[in-house]
């Protein structure tokens, strides 16, 4: 799969994606790595080697790189203005590429994708090349279909508009795209990005109580409800592990 082939790449090649979001989610990169790390360590998954695929401004890749400095790690992205911050960051084992992963021959123990599978044009190639350059793959996914989201309406355009999603899962869809690709699904659980965020701003503080509560009683229904979560998934080739 090459870059190419990930399609609707002219947003992040251009100034339109830095122009919505300046700082590239830098601020998030702390809480999304405290979540991949959960789900490693509860299954014992522990890689000499990794990349992020679509890493950002590389804070996630960084942190990975702090915790496992015996780890060779590799942050690839294709916007020139996301990599140029991320070259700012530096550790003895973290490289970084102008580019992507899918393009060479290299092969890792772990294939991240953190909010990226929804942003490209063909999900199924994407996952179908993360299974082929890596071993295990760990992947965070937005879960913007819910009902609330298509009552409102402007919900989905909104995600579209302003943070390029071009691709809208449920738990269902996004464990079954999976499957299909010859994934296997090893573990997952939902991020509570909602809740943990709301902080924000006191409307989000609000919404959060009642999320909180709902989500205690009825996880799944309240996911596919209301929304507020994302999913945390890790897999592993399925030839891998036969």
């Known amino acids: ?12 090649l251009d100034d339109r994606y830095i122009s919505a979001n300046a700082d590239w989610h830098q601020d ?3 809480w999304k790595f405290a ?3 959960k789900i490693l360590e509860r299954n014992a998954v522990r890689p000499a080697s990794l990349c992020e695929v679509g890493c950002g401004a590389g ?3 960084d942190l990975m790189a702090r915790h496992l400095p015996e780890a060779v790690v590799e942050g690839y992205e294709i916007s020139p203005h996301a990599f140029a911050l991320c070259r700012n960051r530096h550790a003895p084992n973290l490289s970084f590429t102008q580019g992507s992963p899918f393009d060479g021959a290299r092969h890792f ?15 199924f190639a994407f996952a179908r090349s993360m299974g082929r350059v890596s071993t295990y793959q760990v992947l965070h996914i937005p879960l913007d279909m819910n009902a609330l989201a298509v009552a409102r309406g402007w919900v989905i355009e909104d995600a579209r508009t302003h943070i390029g999603h071009l691709h809208y899962f449920t738990k269902a869809t996004a464990l079954s795209l999976l499957d299909e690709c010859g994934l296997e699904v090893v573990d997952h659980f ?13 409307k989000k503080r609000l919404a959060a109580f009642p999320r909180r509560i709902a989500f205690r009683v009825a ?24």
Not at 1 to 12: A, D, I, V
């Open 28 to 30: 998030d990169s702390a």
């Open 59 to 61: 804070g996630i890749v």
């Open 1 to 12: 799969m090459t870059l190419n082939e990930t399609g609707n790449l002219s947003r992040y």
């Open 219 to 242: 996880p799944d229904a309240i996911v596919r409800l209301v929304g507020g979560w994302s999913l945390m998934v890790l897999t592993r080739t399925r030839a891998a592990s036969s």
């Open 190 to 202: 939902y991020t509570p990005w909602a809740i943990d965020q709301a902080g924000k701003t006191f």
């Open 109 to 123: 123990d772990l294939c991240m994708a953190i909010d990226v599978i929804e942003h490209v044009e063909d999900p």
């Open 35 to 37: 979540h991949i790390l």
